[in-house]
């Protein structure tokens, strides 16, 4: 087996966002979206051991040990930050490891809407990310995190799990907390950043009633929050986090996110025509006084209505945005047509 470091480097080379350790295969890259298996032997159980006690700390072994998987960045000299992901298969380690990368891009770059940064710019509430596993949500939050510490003299405190992306302080003061590492869990953390005169709270991943609960009150009393969201839409995402209470404790929340949400994005990153790189296709909820009302009314089956009518608030369908991305060549018909809500909408558009 190629010595670790070797590997790493290797994969950055090409171009790969993840590198799979895995026995029985040859180390496999994930280059635009795609599983590349590589050409060498297969790995072997003692060899993934063996990487066990050369990528992670003393620490992080004896976490290993006691969970059986781990999840943890690291800084790897010339190759950036990675994010390792450890688990166990037939009792021995297998990895999954995603390169973060130093340089986080221009909105141009990313294929984010400019909306975009003008809900980042507002001093309070709640702006969400959301998207399947893979979809380009860290970076985005990272991208809106890196706006705000340009443009703005604030407090930002980030709770991450774990942390892939270092922050310097530019006109911000950013403070970046690992799960773990800094805090024992996300909802510990959550409950103590607002006692750290926070001006802007970033939050990895919410998971959960009591993260939910935490992130609208900290929008309420005044806070900008950033949050990812594992939701494939954006209505998905709001009936995600309503459908998580029960009885009074959904109504009060139901009232919460109509009063503090500013918007949502709910993105996927598609391969593009020429296959060497993935295009951003996204969907975008602005909160208008219109959204506002058909969340307080629940009726959130009323929301397509209301982002297709909103194109001059900057909302943008996800169909719209894949019939924009393949009239203008970025990605292909049957692509567009795959990843459609409803393909037969598109097909007819397109026909």
Known sequence: MMPIDALLAHAVERGASDLHLVAGSP???????????????????GELEHCATALLSHDQQQAFQRKGELCASLQVPGDGRVRVTVYRRDGHPEFSIRFCGDYLGQREDLGLPPKLDELARRPNGLLLITGPTGSGKTTTLNYLVDLINRERRCKIVTIEDPIEYLHRNQRAIVVQQEVLTDTRSFNRALIHVLRQDPDVIVIGEIRDHEAIATALTAAETGHLVLATLHSPSVVHALERIIGVFEGPAQKQIILQLSSTLQGIISQELLPSVDRARRTLAYELLVATTAV???????????????????????????????????CRCQVNYDVALSRARHPERLAKRTA
């Open 292 to 326: 506002r009302n058909v969340i307080r009314e629940n009726q959130l089956h009323m929301l397509e209505t209301v982002i297709q009518t909103g194109a001059k608030e900057g909302m943008m369908l996800f169909d719209t945005c894949l019939y924009d991305l393949y």
């Open 27 to 45: 180390p496999a890259l994930r280059v635009n979206g795609e599983i590349i298996l590589g050409d060498g032997d297969a790995l072997t159980a």
